[in-house]
């Protein structure tokens, strides 16, 4: 990305391409970036938010996008406000953000009680408008953690932080991107200033589509470049229409991804590149891997340059200019350590000269003094060729403490399938012959679907 003092988004953006060859769409409309030109989304307002802390909580990704790429350098903060977010935390938020100006694009009690300065009605149209878009302030850009249960945590970051790991030139050829994240979200928030900065189109992903209805949109617009998580592209691949996009780019995030759902990917879609990132919100984007095998080399841990990482006691640590400033009102609550590195919790375990992701910290399953880490568990089931995706949880035992059992959804039975084929028992097999005997689940159940996340992610309830 381009550096310099108050750069702002709309500046970065014109000097990425053609503005007026660019666009967004979203489930209702699609705009050129060009016409934000001498256009708005904040019926002109846009100027009576200047040097505000300014929540955005619309419903519509394509009025926030459009909100974003006006309101950077002009509000001294914006707040995306995921809306899956619970009304019950707004006054929090709205404390502890000192919000002062309201984007929305909807009536909503938690927000009409607000004392504010300014309540701006946003929409996806764009208007004629002639603000003064001179950068003034490097705004501070609040996000929410994805795996907040409870008050939320906001996270602090800004453009440069955010914006680290991509490149601001234009791609050589047309590039459109799509991702099944919500902007407002880390992961979604990324590939959003990906085309913002980096001269290309997005089509956005809308919570009044179902998965074959986004499917369709992003295939109607000819998408090029398309990112979700490993539950994202599980649920994708179960629908037909995931036959209508053609890809040449297909990348995985926040959560694990195993080999199972990287093999499915490069078969569905033998002509796309398939890379899987890790990434967090406090820690920014640390690496992408190419080589079509889940986990990633060894040789990145300890490796110099911008994004430094090591593991201490199983836990992988990262250091990088990429990741936030500090959290918004949690008290004295230290995002990074002493020395920089921030612990991400997430556990890794390091097999001949590759690490693998094995879960989270606080997700592991103690079964009679034993860790056991679902996500590893759920790994060797969907390698089963008859499981779509897995989720292993915890059930009480008065011995143990706890036993592992698994929820499965199936694929369709082939028409020529054995007569009386049991698929519980050889899954139950296939982890007796790969894992340790208090890893294997106690039962398996197979479910029509799991429940899922706003995020995208499944639903875990940590033990």
Same mark, same amino acid.
Request: some cysteine.
């Given at each position: 990305?381009?550096?310099?003092?108050? &750069?702002? &988004?709309?500046?970065?953006?014109?000097?990425?391409?053609?503005?007026? *060859?660019?666009?967004?769409?979203?489930?209702?409309? !699609?705009?050129?970036?060009?016409?934000?030109?001498?256009?708005?989304?904040?019926?002109?307002?846009?100027?009576?938010?200047?040097?505000?802390?300014?929540?955005?909580?619309?419903?519509?990704?394509?009025?926030? @996008? &459009? =909100?974003?790429?006006?309101?950077?350098?002009?509000?001294?903060?914006?707040?995306?406000?995921?809306?899956?977010?619970?009304?019950?935390?707004?006054?929090?938020?709205?404390?502890? @953000?000192?919000?002062? =100006?309201?984007?929305?694009?909807?009536?909503?009690?938690?927000?009409?009680? @607000?004392?504010?300065?300014?309540?701006?009605?946003?929409?996806?149209?764009?208007?004629?408008?002639?603000?003064?878009?001179?950068?003034?302030?490097?705004?501070?850009?609040?996000?929410? !953690?994805?795996?907040?249960?409870?008050?939320?945590?906001?996270?602090?970051?800004?453009?440069?932080?955010?914006?680290? *790991?991509?490149?601001? =030139?234009? +791609?050589?050829? +047309?590039?459109?991107?799509?991702?099944?994240?919500?902007?407002?979200?880390?992961?979604?928030?990324?590939?959003?200033?990906?085309?913002?900065?980096?001269?290309?189109?997005?089509? #956005?992903?809308?919570?009044?589509?179902?998965?074959?209805?986004?499917?369709?949109?992003?295939?109607?617009?000819?998408?090029?470049?398309?990112?979700?998580?490993?539950?994202?592209?599980?649920?994708?691949?179960?629908?037909?229409?995931?036959?209508?996009?053609? +890809?040449?780019?297909?990348?995985?995030?926040?959560?694990?991804?195993?080999?199972?759902?990287?093999?499915?990917?490069?078969?569905?879609?033998?002509? =796309?590149?398939?890379?899987?990132?890790?990434?967090?919100?406090?820690?920014?984007?640390?690496?992408?891997?190419?080589?079509?095998?889940?986990?990633?080399?060894?040789?990145?841990?300890?490796?110099?340059?911008?994004?430094?990482?090591?593991?201490?006691?199983?836990?992988?640590?990262?250091?990088?200019?990429?990741?936030? !400033?500090? %959290?918004?009102?949690?008290?004295?609550?230290?995002?990074?350590?002493?020395?920089?590195?921030?612990?991400?919790?997430?556990?890794?375990?390091?097999?001949?000269?590759? %690490?693998?992701?094995?879960?989270?910290?606080?997700?592991?399953?103690?079964?009679?003094?034993?860790?056991?880490?679902?996500?590893?568990?759920?790994?060797?089931?969907?390698?089963?060729?008859?499981?779509?995706?897995?989720?292993?949880?915890?059930?009480?035992?008065?011995? !143990?403490?706890?036993?592992?059992?698994?929820?499965?959804?199936?694929?369709?039975?082939?028409?020529?399938?054995?007569?009386?084929?049991?698929?519980?028992?050889?899954?139950?097999? #296939?982890?007796?012959?790969?894992?340790?005997?208090?890893?294997?689940?106690?039962?398996?159940?197979?479910?029509?679907?799991?429940?899922?996340?706003?995020?995208?992610?499944?639903?875990?309830?940590?033990?």
């Amino acid at each position: 990305m381009p550096q310099g003092d108050r &750069l702002s &988004l709309w500046s970065a953006a014109g000097a990425a391409g053609d503005l007026s *060859a660019r666009f967004l769409s979203g489930h209702d409309a !699609t705009v050129a970036l060009g016409d934000l030109a001498d256009g708005s989304v904040l019926s002109g307002r846009g100027r009576e938010l200047r040097g505000c802390s300014v929540l955005v909580a619309t419903r519509s990704q394509l009025t926030a @996008a &459009l =909100a974003l790429v006006e309101l950077d350098s002009i509000a001294r903060r914006l707040i995306l406000y995921p809306p899956d977010l619970a009304a019950e935390h707004a006054a929090f938020v709205m404390a502890s @953000a000192e919000v002062d =100006a309201i984007v929305s694009d909807h009536a909503a009690p938690e927000w009409e009680s @607000a004392a504010v300065r300014s309540r701006v009605i946003g929409n996806s149209k764009i208007e004629p408008a002639n603000d003064d878009r001179t950068p003034r302030h490097q705004t501070e850009w609040i996000l929410f !953690t994805s795996g907040t249960t409870g008050r939320p945590r906001m996270v602090v970051h800004t453009l440069a932080s955010l914006a680290g *790991a991509i490149a601001s =030139a234009a +791609p050589a050829s +047309p590039v459109v991107w799509s991702t099944f994240y919500d902007i407002r979200r880390y992961g979604g928030l990324q590939i959003f200033l990906r085309v913002v900065l980096g001269g290309t189109s997005l089509v #956005l992903s809308s919570a009044r589509d179902s998965t074959a209805d986004f499917l369709i949109r992003a295939g109607r617009h000819q998408v090029t470049h398309i990112s979700g998580t490993p539950s994202h592209w599980r649920r994708a691949l179960m629908s037909p229409a995931a036959r209508c996009i053609a +890809p040449q780019y297909v990348r995985l995030s926040g959560e694990i991804a195993d080999q199972p759902i990287l093999d499915h990917l490069h078969a569905f879609y033998p002509h =796309a590149r398939v890379a899987h990132a890790f990434a967090s919100t406090e820690a920014g984007v640390a690496f992408e891997v190419r080589d079509g095998s889940a986990g990633f080399p060894a040789s990145l841990i300890g490796q110099p340059g911008d994004v430094e990482m090591r593991v201490e006691d199983g836990s992988l640590r990262i250091r990088s200019p990429r990741t936030a !400033t500090r %959290y918004l009102g949690d008290g004295e609550r230290r995002l990074a350590g002493e020395d920089g590195f921030i612990d991400t919790g997430d556990m890794v375990e390091l097999r001949g000269d590759r %690490y693998y992701f094995a879960g989270r910290r606080d997700g592991v399953i103690n079964v009679g003094g034993m860790k056991v880490h679902p996500e590893e568990v759920e790994a060797v089931i969907n390698r089963h060729p008859r499981v779509r995706m897995s989720l292993v949880r915890t059930r009480k035992n008065p011995v !143990t403490g706890a036993l592992v059992v698994a929820d499965v959804v199936l694929r369709a039975e082939p028409e020529d399938s054995e007569p009386g084929r049991n698929v519980e028992t050889e899954i139950l097999q #296939l982890c007796r012959d790969v894992l340790p005997r208090h890893k294997v689940p106690a039962a398996i159940r197979v479910v029509p679907e799991l429940a899922f996340a706003a995020t995208g992610k499944m639903v875990r309830c940590h033990a």
